[in-house]
């Protein structure tokens, strides 16, 4: 049984930051968003062969804009779903079964555990149905 509370599951944005591969480009861009106060809630990293596309979830997307300004670093924004999860075997399973079952597209994820609970990211193509799915498959539960 997928067990969620209703405060975990909000729909956040998530910015997508293109850094080019150099040593100290990731601490300098935590650096400045925690000089600005801006606290880091979810952070990944993707390779590419000149970039890495770091995808950050902050707790204040305006000042986070600001100081990417200021850096003169490329982004990109887009909406995904933070779910905490049971950190168990068949959680996630859980999870992105209904999805598949009523023809949503998982199109970014990342997952991370700690003691008890997991955080899921998820990214799919309609990111307000999978809400509503999600939510309903866990209501029959």
């Not at 909000?10 to 968003?33: A, F, M, W």
């Not at 925690?34 to 902050?58: C, F, Q, R």
């Not at 199109?107 to 609970?117: S, W």
Request: hydrophobic letters at 45%; one cysteine or more.
């Amino acid at each position: 049984m997928i067990q969620l509370e209703e405060r975990t599951m909000p729909l956040n944005t998530q910015i997508s930051v293109y850094l080019k591969h150099r040593v100290g480009s990731l601490n300098e861009l935590c650096t400045d968003l925690s000089d600005a106060g801006i606290n880091i809630k979810a952070l990944s990293t993707v390779d590419d062969i000149d970039w890495a596309v770091v995808e950050l979830i902050v707790d204040d997307i305006e000042r986070a804009k600001v100081v990417l300004g200021k850096l003169e670093l490329r982004y990109a924004e887009s909406l995904v779903l933070t779910i905490e999860l049971e950190n168990k075997p068949g959680a996630l399973a859980e999870v992105i079964k209904p999805l598949s079952e009523n023809n949503i597209n998982i199109v970014h994820t990342f997952l991370t555990g700690v003691g008890r609970k997991s955080l899921l990211v998820l990214h799919t193509t309609d990111n307000k149905k999978a809400d509503a799915i999600i939510r309903h498959s866990v209501a029959e539960h």
